[in-house]
């Protein structure tokens, strides 16, 4: 031990104010019991009450004191204590520093040595346990055990950090050394028992005071407050499970709320979809046809990604609730996972009836419309061809007619009946079409049918009205003899041939709906089939031309001067010719039959855009949980306090033993697994091991039941148990707890959950207002509603 000069003169006068109060005595005693009573103030193996000290020798003489100075050295060498260098004749001969040294050794072993934070030296961790708890405090800076101590603040800091009753540290000042180690001194002596072992002059007064000194007295106060130190911890504890208690609630609302939202949306988007009241035009399905993709492109993803997300959220829960031996979490009525997977499953249903009947509808609807033009356009051809025939037929003209013009008449006669013959299968086209339209329930059908009446009326008084002027005609024919009978034949071949042509140009001119290449195909060999009669129309034509050709050779041969008008029909060559070159020529449209006509079969492949993209959502739903799986995992790692490697091994041993690669294992490649990673398993051990790894008795282990085992195996956790052993230490070994000790020993937060979620104490032992913080400690670890 080495002292400077400084050192020694306060060393000798702390040193004898520590041996005077332990001692009584004014000065050093030299007989050997002096040093037994100081070991034993600062040692906890020391001499108890009852334990037998070597007998003293009786005697004043010199070997009479080493002889009992040695046998107290002896005994203190037997507990422990190392004394190098340090002799019986040293002390006997009042050697202050050999002295100061043996005291300064059995402080040092006893009072200081035990000090230790995150694994220092005693000096060091008692040095870091000051700078820690004055950290928060102005003018102080902690840094060494002496001259960081002269102002007397760092005391001061130390005692209102634990104790901010005892001392108003805001009333301190710097300039006032003294007075501020003198306040110190005092309260210390008087509130914490720590007895007054240092001088406020000596340390002021002294460039760099004892460091030994200074040390020993901190240590006096680390002691004092160990108590309080371990309150902290305790309370720490509590505040790291309340933590977690409320960050499991946040979850726990989050996963109600989300639930809410997306069963409400559920429960408003069915309805819309159960909505079958067709409309009435093409236009209005349409719209309807594009809010379905809107919903499907806009409105559904984020929903998917909202179901996505609550089973995550779910499954991340209750792996935390596992991993803090919480109970498991149960949503509330209705809001289960499988609620919602069920009310999903019933929202897909109810969706793909609604897009099914879409579709039938605007099929539906492109039949009535193309069936309403359809019907449209033959009405108007019929009308335009009956306009004036009433008219017509209703003339008498034949009264007043010469006998070629009565002949002609009636040949003309003859020619009408045979082009209203011909127009019959387009009356009963009309007719037809009119009915489908009813049967399709066309919202225009009242009209339809008024107009199909009238064309059916007007059809049957065309009919009377014909009957009534041919039965005039032949009553007047036997008056007259002569008729031209190539006017005649002309007029009889033309009429049917125009006719064909008409029926023709018209089926050329219709428009027409198709769904497959098959029918388009149908179409093109329609066509075909039609190209190949052609040739028996162009004989038909190359004939009724011929007659014209005739008319007029004849008229050169005999000079005969023709009107240029045929008596009995309207039609002429040109007439002929011009059609049949609209009918010859006509090409058949055949172009974008596929691209415009809403073609939904495919004969090479039975998959649709539908089922790519029911595919993908399951592809991205499958990954959002495989990733889930991963962060669980971790989660599960880091949580349990397993390193990488551990898990890294159990992963190996799972796969090892996974003999189908399903990712299960069968109980007997479970126990062999077991026995791989040493244990030593009964029947009745295995038995108790599988009902943990395979609660719902399903015959297989999954990977994360053979993780969860694994890690409670090798981690460990908090348990009730040691929250409530926090708790009582806060509550200084009481059954009970009261507001201000939990509002002074834990943070606002954590003190003000506890508060408003203990019970009352109905122990007679307990003051009014106190709290159960056993019942509360329980709940957190089993069955309540958290």
Not at 388 to 404: I, R
Not at 642 to 648: D, P
Not at 714 to 741: C, G, H, P, W
């Amino acid at each position: 031990m080495n002292y400077c000069a400084s050192e020694v003169k306060m060393g000798c006068k702390s040193h004898l104010r520590w041996s005077t109060h332990i001692c009584s005595c004014n000065a050093v005693d030299t007989d050997g019991l002096s040093v037994v009573f100081v070991f034993s103030h600062f040692s906890n193996s020391a001499p108890t009450l009852g334990e037998r000290l070597p007998k003293p020798d009786k005697g004043k003489m010199r070997f009479h004191k080493i002889a009992n100075v040695n046998k107290a050295l002896d005994f203190i060498c037997s507990k422990g204590v190392k004394l190098v260098s340090i002799g019986a004749e040293e002390i006997v001969d009042g050697n202050v520093k050999m002295t100061l040294g043996m005291i300064w050794t059995i402080i040092l072993r006893f009072a200081i040595q035990d000090i230790s934070v995150e694994e220092t030296s005693a000096k060091e961790g008692l040095l870091l346990w000051c700078q820690r708890k004055t950290a928060p405090y102005r003018n102080v800076n902690v840094q060494n055990f002496h001259i960081s101590w002269k102002d007397g603040l760092a005391l001061c800091a130390l005692i209102h950090r634990h104790r901010p009753d005892l001392i108003d540290y805001s009333k301190l000042r710097k300039d006032d050394p003294i007075g501020n180690l003198n306040t110190a001194f005092e309260v210390a002596e008087k509130f914490l028992d720590i007895p007054k072992m240092l001088d406020a002059e000596d340390i002021v007064n002294t460039p760099k005071p004892d460091e030994k000194a200074i040390m020993t007295y901190v240590s006096c106060f680390y002691h004092a407050f160990a108590g309080a130190e371990q309150a902290e911890t305790a309370a720490n504890r509590i505040c790291k499970v309340l933590a977690v208690n409320q960050e499991n609630e946040k979850l726990m609302e989050e996963y109600e709320k989300l639930a809410s939202e997306l069963l409400e949306w559920i429960r408003r988007t069915i309805p819309w979809l159960e909505n079958r009241v067709s409309e009435q035009t093409m236009r209005a399905m349409q719209q309807k046809l594009e809010d379905f993709r809107d919903y499907r492109r806009v409105h559904k993803p984020p929903r998917v990604q909202e179901k996505c997300q609550l089973e995550i959220n779910f499954n991340t829960l209750q792996t935390k609730l596992r991993l803090s031996n919480r109970p498991a979490f149960m949503p509330s009525e209705g809001k289960m996972v499988s609620d919602i997977a069920n009310a999903w499953k019933g929202l897909e249903q109810v969706e793909k009836g609604y897009e099914e009947w879409l579709l039938t509808e605007i099929r539906r609807l492109e039949r009535v419309d193309h069936l309403a033009e359809k019907f449209k356009q033959k009405c108007s051809m019929h009308e335009a061809w009956t306009a004036g025939k009433e008219d017509l037929l209703s003339q008498k003209d034949y009264e007043t007619a010469s006998l070629m013009e009565i002949r002609a008449l009636m040949r003309k006669h003859e020619a009408f009946e045979s082009d209203l013959a011909a127009h019959q299968d387009r009356v009963e086209q009309i007719a037809a079409i009119a009915q489908e339209l009813n049967e399709l329930d066309y919202h225009d059908a009242a009209s339809v049918n008024a107009r199909c009446q009238g064309i059916c009326d007007q059809w049957d008084n065309l009919g009377t009205l014909t009957q009534k002027r041919r039965d005039a005609l032949e009553r007047v024919e036997k008056l007259w003899e002569t008729i031209d009978q190539l006017y005649l034949e002309f007029a009889k071949r033309a009429a049917p041939f125009n006719n064909w042509m008409d029926g023709a140009m018209e089926d050329l001119q219709d428009m027409f709906i198709v769904h497959s290449i098959e029918e388009i195909q149908s179409l093109i060999t329609a066509h075909d089939q039609f190209k190949a009669t052609l040739p028996e129309a162009d004989k038909e034509r190359v004939a009724t031309l011929g007659i014209h050709n005739e008319i007029l050779k004849i008229a050169q041969t005999y000079g005969i001067k023709l009107s240029g008008i045929n008596p009995y029909t309207t039609i002429t060559s040109q007439d002929i010719t011009t059609k049949w070159d609209t009918v010859d020529s006509r090409p058949m449209r055949d172009h974008q039959l596929s691209q415009e006509s809403l073609i939904f079969d495919n004969k090479h492949t039975n998959y649709s855009m539908e089922h790519i993209r029911v595919g993908w959502e399951q592809l991205l739903t499958t990954i959002a949980r495989t990733i889930n799986e991963v962060e669980n995992q971790i989660l599960t790692r880091d949580a349990k306090g397993i390193s990488q490697e551990q898990l890294n091994e159990f992963r190996a041993s799972f796969n090892h033993f996974d003999r189908k690669r399903n990712g299960m294992m069968d109980p007997d490649d479970f126990r062999a697994c077991l026995i791989s990673m040493g244990y030593d398993l009964g029947e009745v051990e295995f038995a108790r091991i599988m009902t943990l790894v395979d609660a719902n008795n399903t015959g297989v282990v999954t990977f994360q039941a053979f993780i969860d085992f694994m890690t409670r195996e090798t981690a460990e956790t908090d348990t009730a148990e040691q929250v409530m052993a926090s708790f009582r230490i806060l509550a200084s070994d009481k059954n009970y707890i009261t507001v201000d000790e939990l509002r002074r020993e834990l943070p606002p937060e954590q003190a003000e959950y506890c508060i408003s979620r203990m019970t009352r104490y109905i122990g007679a032992d307990g003051p009014s207002g106190a709290l159960d913080y056993i019942s509360f400690s329980s709940a957190l670890y089993g069955e309540s509603d958290l």
